[in-house]
DNA sequence: TAGATTGTTAATCGATTAACAATC
DNA sequence: TAGATTGTTAATCGATTAACAATC
């Protein structure tokens, strides 16, 4: 984990970013790409591109440029898109199984080990692969197997009581599309949120003033 | 429009949370706030707040604090959610429909006008209130009616012939679900972006490095 | 070797934080 | 009035950009 410390979170959110163009170059069967290029193409500059890629090791070669693959990989190794994170869903309505449905979630380094609902309805439903659960075998589940992450498609109003149930079981990472304020409530979580209202408001901002 | 230009994207990304934040102080009849109080709700800081707010008007008053309704109600135009902005949904499968229906759209300053779809099965199912219509249509209902912006849920080998389309349409403001990147094709548009796998690497990065 | 391009240090820029006079 | 809290200017911090020696 040596240089994987202490990146700021700017350079965090832009290795998505890299790790899909180099994707793309690869696929177009690019063999190598300097920084000047990568940053065109990352609408960024070519002295970003070397400072953000320095963060984790010198992947370059002086006077030849980045090896696409080989950058790739690296930065697929970064991300950590290689593992087998354990993510249950909780709330499999339209959005969570859509969500679900919409994203592989293997090559993003996760795996969908179960997904909960409370409604009755909903109950033995298939989704991605699985089969939807009572809220009420959380618990057992839990226990039995390994959960590192939560994604919450439930309503903000449940929310709270689900988190407090995760948080005991010892989940410590969410992936919230609520807008239930996790971080306010528990400090030793990682959180993602997911805003969707929040990036719709500033689309309606930005058409309206730019 | 006076003070309005030139915000920086941080501060404008940080308008719809204390939007969020106010409507619940309201909701929980709080009257007034001060600055060191919203920035703790904010996990921010009282000069930021007043920093952030002062970009658009001095909404305070010394030696009181900001007027809860007041400040809901200032915010609220800034981010022009009064507006009616006119949104047509590109591409009305599971993704693009658990989208529609997740979101009031009416509440965040848009208004759904027409869902449009390529596949004949989805040819007049209900959708948001509306019933979708074949792509075919595309052209004929801009031409009739005035779209504002348009939400791209379709696959991304799609997005760039529907984007031609749209921008010859003259539709110049995009919410963008997919992977194609918009901003490189056209540069006079405005383009908010939903990387949502791009937000779960960034989830499993930081659970596995932090 | 000469040309290209990196890795890295230094300079700049912008955003955040602190300070404080103004004032309710 | 005294206390509280803003609006705003100044200081700090961090992120981005520029420069250049190292080297493939």
């Known amino acids: 984990m040596s240089k994987n410390d202490g990146i700021s979170m700017s350079v965090i959110r832009r290795l998505p970013r890299y790790y899909r163009f180099l994707c793309e170059l690869d696929e177009r069967n690019v063999e190598r790409i300097s920084s000047t290029k990568l940053a065109q193409i990352m609408h960024s500059t070519a002295s970003q591109v070397r400072q953000d890629l320095n963060c984790f090791g010198g992947f370059g070669q002086q006077g030849y440029g980045y090896s696409v693959k080989g950058l790739r990989d690296e930065i697929k190794k ?3 898109l290689d593992r087998d994170n354990r993510a249950i869903l909780i709330g499999a309505g339209n959005f969570g199984a859509a969500i679900v449905n919409h994203l592989d979630f293997e090559k993003l380094g996760f795996r969908l080990v179960a997904c909960f609902d ?12 699985l089969t939807v659960r009572d809220d009420s075998e959380l618990e057992g589940f839990c226990a039995e197997n390994r959960v590192d992450a939560a994604v919450l498609c439930v309503p903000k109003e449940n929310v709270g009581r689900i988190l407090d149930r995760l948080y005991s079981l010892g989940v410590r990472n969410f992936w919230n ?6 971080a306010s409530r528990y400090s030793d979580v990682v959180v993602e949120n997911v805003h969707l209202s929040d990036s719709l408001m500033t689309l309606g901002y930005r058409m309206n003033n730019l």
């Open 177 to 182: 599309f609520s807008h239930y304020d996790i």
């Open 118 to 129: 409370n409604d009755k309805e909903k109950l033995g439903a298939p989704l991605g692969g």
């Open 78 to 80: 970064i991300l950590g």
